[in-house]
């Protein structure tokens, strides 16, 4: 529950972050049902968008929500607690809190990243074939500024799409729109 604060009428409900890495998920079955209940009897496929919760996402949304009838909703906590996500997000894939940006759909993250990179005519894109067409339209968007959009299916189910990837793109700026974005070494960083 939530816990008096130093300052006079503030509480907070946000118990400390415990920072787990992916493999340490993934090494424990015992942590990983405790984290994804759902998993102890069914499978569990999330699909990166609309999905169910893990354990500790509800407890933080649990807490958060009884430290809002106490409290105001944007209090100095909230921000110090989002800053401690983007160092633990951070921690989970190798990056930088920096790094991190805390964004509500993934389209929007894309349409961040197709309209925030400095495109050249010329410029390549590859796009799985199948994706979600609200993660397709922030690259196709870019076509008006001469930027090539290439679609590339990859045949059985289960077969990585990595390998079309790296037969298909040219010499210069390619880019796969997921996981990351990122560029030929001939056409030096973005």
């Known amino acids: 529950m939530c816990a008096p604060l130093p300052e006079a009428g503030t509480y907070s409900c946000f118990p400390p972050f415990l920072s787990m890495t ?18 102890e009897k069914s499978i569990f496929m999330a ?74 005519a010329g410029d390549e894109i590859v796009c799985y074939h199948d994706d979600y067409p609200a ?9 008006r500024h001469g930027v090539v959009l290439k679609f590339i299916k990859t045949g059985p189910p289960g077969r990585s799409p990595w390998s079309p990837w790296s037969r298909r793109s040219r010499p210069g700026r390619s880019s796969w729109p997921w996981p990351r974005v990122t560029s030929s070494p001939a056409a030096g960083s973005m």
Not at 22 to 39: C, G, K, Q, W
Not at 62 to 78: A, N, R, T, W
Not at 135 to 143: H, T
Request: with cysteine.
């Open 22 to 39: 992916l493999d340490e998920l993934l090494a424990s079955e015992a942590t990983r049902t405790a984290e994804f209940p759902v998993a």
């Open 47 to 120: 699909h990166a968008g609309v999905c169910i919760l893990p354990r500790r996402v509800t407890r933080a949304m649990q807490e958060y929500l009884e430290m809002c009838c106490l409290q105001h909703q944007e209090s100095g906590d909230v921000w110090r607690h989002l800053n401690e996500t983007r160092v633990i997000a951070g921690k989970l894939i190798g990056a930088r809190a920096s790094e991190i940006s805390l964004l509500g759909p993934t389209s929007l993250g894309l349409s961040l990243v197709a309209n925030g990179l400095p495109w050249q």
């Open 135 to 143: 993660n397709v339209y922030p690259w196709m968007d870019l076509q």
